[in-house]
């Protein structure tokens, strides 16, 4: 019985990295064929406020960017402000910032929605994973100083950006950004080590004797065990096809007590009496609430999930709204 749980276990393990290792090479490749596409790159909408001239004015394209008309190419060679006319070497700079921001953007947003919508946070209510850890800890720090970089190639003052659309969006981003960074670091450094603590106390091992509390948490879900009570005693269905993720023909749900329930059964005890008892009930406390840290912990989870929906909204506002 504990070799075919310790295969299992291994075998979800397994096919979990491969799945994030796929996914991880899809964002990757989604986002290079997206710097590969024709970039439509906005025009300086201070200039055009200004002077009540569109951007087809200075630029080929209609939508701003990209090479210059010979009035724009006129305009840019009275520049001195170097953001406005770069030198190459910082132009190139500017280029491989803003590459490795979007990069990171799709391999951090891709792990949270992948998290949160697939694998959902209950998975790491026992731990923070290693591995989704130190890519929201890198993408954060790399994020921050290319970010901090382009806004600073982009404005030369703080006042600036509160003078254009594009400023008070990208000043919204910001603010989103720095709510996830703080609400991150909360999560590692306070919920995390709680987290953890809860995961070393032993929730849902089988143990001699258990009360209705220790059966709560052997409810055959997040990699624990599935067991039921029936008669003062505990049976382990684990293993049964028939309890798959703790769930009986959508009507008894592991980790309770099925004794009265099994009145209204189809079947007779007999059935449950076949599968293995691996404890005896004993009268108990029954289990509380979720603890405070845990309940911040979904909170948290599912808000930076919903800043990440915002950020992609501000992103298609940059690009398409009116």
Same mark, same amino acid.
Request: aromatic share 10%; hydrophobic share 50%; with cysteine.
């Given at each position: ?6 295969? %299992? ?7 979990? #990295?491969?799945?994030? +290792?796929?996914?991880?090479? @899809?964002?990757?490749?989604?986002? $290079? ?22 951007? &087809?004015?200075?630029?080929? &394209? &209609? ?17 001195? /402000? ?29 792990? $949270? *929605? ?5 694998? #959902? ?6 731990? *923070?994973?290693? =591995?989704?850890?130190?890519?929201? *800890?890198? &993408? ?17 003052? %703080? ?13 919204? #981003? ?7 960074? $703080?609400?991150? %670091? ?5 919920? =995390? ?9 032993? +929730?849902?091992? $089988? ?6 509390? /220790?059966?709560? /948490?052997?409810?055959? +879900? ?21 309890? #798959?993720? =703790? ?10 007590? %099925?004794?009265?329930?099994? +009145?209204?059964?189809?079947? =007779?005890? /007999? ?35 919903? @800043? ?15």
């Amino acid at each position: 019985m504990n070799s075919g749980r310790l295969q %299992l276990t291994v075998g979800i393990g397994v096919g979990y #990295k491969a799945a994030m +290792k796929r996914t991880l090479l @899809i964002l990757l490749a989604v986002a $290079i064929l997206a710097l590969m596409l024709p970039a439509a790159a906005f025009c300086t909408e201070e200039y055009a406020q200004k002077t009540g001239r569109a951007c &087809s004015a200075c630029h080929v &394209s &209609s939508s701003g960017g990209g090479e210059l008309t010979p009035a724009g190419k006129e305009y840019a060679a009275t520049l001195s /402000d170097w953001r406005q006319s770069p030198p190459s070497s910082l132009r190139l700079l500017r280029f491989g910032a803003g590459y490795l921001h979007i990069l990171t953007a799709f391999l951090w947003f891709g792990t $949270i *929605l992948y998290v949160h919508l697939v694998l #959902k946070p209950a998975y790491a209510a026992n731990g *923070l994973p290693r =591995g989704e850890m130190l890519v929201g *800890l890198v &993408s954060m720090l790399v994020m921050g100083l290319t970010g901090a970089f382009l806004t600073v190639f982009r404005f030369s003052s %703080l006042a600036d950006l509160f003078q254009s659309r594009f400023g008070i969006l990208l000043s919204v #981003k910001i603010g989103l950004f720095l709510i996830m960074v $703080i609400s991150a %670091l909360f999560v590692v450094l306070v919920i =995390g080590p709680r987290l953890r603590q809860k995961k070393k106390g032993g +929730k849902g091992s $089988i143990k001699p004797e258990m009360t209705t509390a /220790d059966l709560d /948490d052997c409810n055959g +879900k997040e990699g624990m065990p599935a067991c039921f009570g029936y008669n003062g005693r505990v049976y382990d269905v684990t293993a049964s096809r028939l309890w #798959k993720d =703790g769930d009986h023909m959508r009507r008894h749900a592991a980790g309770t007590n %099925l004794t009265e329930a099994l +009145k209204l059964a189809p079947h =007779g005890e /007999d059935k449950v009496l076949a599968m293995p008892v691996v404890a005896t009930l004993v009268p108990g406390e029954t289990k509380q609430g979720r603890p405070l840290h845990e309940m911040v912990f979904y909170f948290m989870a599912y808000m930076n999930l919903t @800043i990440v929906f915002c950020i992609i909204l501000i992103l298609a506002a940059w690009r398409w709204s009116w």
